[in-house]
T-cell receptor, first 113, second 116 residues
Framework: DAKTTQPNSMESNEEEPVHLPCNHS???????IHWYRQLPSQGPEYVIH???SNVNNRMASLAIAEDRKSSTLILHRATLRDAAVYYC??????????????FGKGTKLSVIP | DARVTQTPRHKVTEMGQEVTMRCQPI?????VFWYRQTMMQGLELLAY????????DSGMPKDRFSAEMPDATLATLKIQPSEPRDSAVYFC??????????????FGPGTRLTVL
């Protein structure tokens, strides 16, 4: 199963872009990388996922390295509401076709007004 | 606005008591997950169901925990007897698989359980 490495914490100024890195050097060729975030006192929230090429949605962009050993979640303009713990998650496969997302420690993003 | 709902939102109980937590997945989602979050362990997957059948419950302590889906609109997580170490926030999530994979899980607000 793939392991991920993320910085414990990051800071950003409001309305500045934020680049959240993740290393996943052991990911397999067919595994998607998922990103979720958890705002204070809330359940996790899906942000984005991708396989090889860069992905964009209304929340963020995901830049995946060509060798797929790392990826970067990009928030184009951080707002106070983006202060959260961001999780970079590879899937885990277990028996009977089970496909799970395992949440590590994540990166705690603080946004400074 | 479709959402996963969980009840109760908060529960305080004494050691040895039975605790039942309930989850209503988003209508039409056939995959339901139960997670537990503590400061020490972070977010852990306890069990998950597809089409009401348990697909994987290897993360769940079997001696005191049980999870069921009596119907497609209700998932339950029961602890009997409860212990102080069970104190945590329990999240339910639901989703629809694509090629057997649920890429986007929708989480409920959680049940904060305190066992005294």
């Amino acid at each position: 199963d793939a392991k991920t490495t993320q910085p414990n914490s990051m800071e950003s100024n409001e309305e500045e872009p934020v680049h959240l890195p993740c290393n996943h050097s052991t990911i397999s060729g067919t595994d998607y990388i998922h990103w979720y975030r958890q705002l204070p006192s809330q359940g996790p929230e899906y942000v984005i996922h991708g396989l090889t090429s860069n992905v964009n949605n209304r929340m963020a962009s995901l830049a995946i390295a060509e060798d797929r050993k790392s990826s970067t979640l990009i928030l184009h303009r951080a707002t106070l509401r983006d202060a959260a713990v961001y999780y970079c998650i590879p899937p885990i496969y277990s028996g009977a076709g089970s496909y799970q997302l395992t949440f590590g420690k994540g990166t705690k993003l603080s946004v400074i007004p | 606005d479709a959402r996963v709902t969980q009840t109760p939102r908060h529960k305080v109980t004494e050691m040895g008591q039975e605790v039942t937590m309930r989850c209503q997945p988003i209508l039409g989602h056939n995959t339901v997950f139960w997670y537990r979050q503590t400061m020490m362990q972070g977010l852990e997957l306890l069990a998950y169901f597809r089409n009401r059948a348990p697909l994987d419950d290897s993360g769940m302590p079997k001696d005191r925990f049980s999870a069921e889906m009596p119907d497609a609109t209700l998932a339950t997580l029961k602890i009997q007897p409860s212990e102080p170490r069970d104190s945590a926030v329990y999240f339910c999530a639901s989703g629809l698989p694509r090629n057997s994979r649920v890429e986007e899980q929708f989480f409920g607000p959680g049940t904060r359980l305190t066992v005294l």
